[in-house]
Antibody
Framework: QVQLQESGPGLVKPSQTLSLTCTVS??????????WSWIRQPAGKGLEWIGR???????NYNPSLKSRVTISVDTSKNQFSLKLSSVTAADTAVYYC???????????WGQGTLVTVSS | QSALTQPASVSGSPGQSITISCTGT?????????VSWYQQHPGKAPKLMIY???KRPSGVSNRFSGSKSGNTASLTISGLQAEDEADYYC???????????FGTGTKVTVL
């Protein structure tokens, strides 16, 4: 059974870049027709899709975040990563990584990691 | 792209059936049979309950069912149980520019 685990700093200063990594276990990140996504959830609020990457390297981003987001993949480490630049307090949220495939965009999720933007 | 509209809360007694609506537009829910539903308990990650409007992943109870009519998708929980008390979110594919949009979320309370 595939498992995902987010990791990265829990505190980021305003205007800096948020960086998170998702490590996939229980299967190769390159196997099957899957893609790998990031989703976030501010405290007490709803879910927001950030973007996704295929292991080919092809990406899609939420238009509202596109100018600040970069998602990359490292198949040798079975990991994919998120970078969000120029963060503000509005980017404070629990960040989830997830696996998806056609029809089921987020079928396996990581446990989530809280990132707080504060000086 | 605005979030899909869900009722803020829905409640029911044990054993009853409840339905959660998810209203979008002709650009998302109305255009694609790619609506999925997620259950989220407090402090936990969301869990996929329904995909492609009405399909259930392996291991999800058949008390959960999904449907769609026009721009509105629905999740029905039959034989409501205490463990069903959670937040529920719908999600729809919205085309190659927007990709995915989530619903506003619905808190289900078992009375």
């Amino acid at each position: 059974q595939v498992q995902l685990q987010e990791s990265g700093p829990g505190l980021v200063k305003p205007s800096q870049t948020l960086s998170l990594t998702c490590t996939v276990s229980g299967g190769s990140i390159s196997s099957g027709s899957y893609y790998w996504s990031w989703i976030r959830q501010p405290a007490g609020k709803g879910l927001e899709w950030i973007g996704r990457i295929y292991t080919s390297g092809s990406t899609n981003y939420n238009p509202s975040l596109k100018s600040r987001v970069t998602i990359s993949v490292d198949t040798s480490k079975n990991q994919f990563s998120l970078k969000l630049s120029s963060v503000t307090a509005a980017d404070t949220a629990v960040y989830y990584c997830a696996r998806g495939h056609y029809g089921a965009p987020f079928d396996y999720w990581g446990q989530g990691t809280l990132v707080t933007v504060s000086s | 792209q605005s979030a899909l509209t869900q009722p803020a809360s829905v409640s029911g007694s044990p054993g009853q059936s409840i339905t959660i609506s998810c209203t979008g537009t002709s650009s998302d829910v109305g255009s694609y049979n790619l609506v999925s539903w997620y259950q989220q308990h407090p402090g936990k990650a969301p869990k996929l309950m329904i995909y492609e409007v009405s399909k259930r992943p392996s291991g999800v109870s058949n008390r959960f069912s999904g449907s769609k009519s026009g721009n509105t998708a629905s999740l029905t929980i039959s034989g409501l149980q205490a463990e069903d008390e959670a937040d529920y979110y719908c999600c729809s594919y919205a085309g190659s520019s927007t990709n995915y949009v989530f619903g506003t979320g619905t808190k289900v309370t078992v009375l």
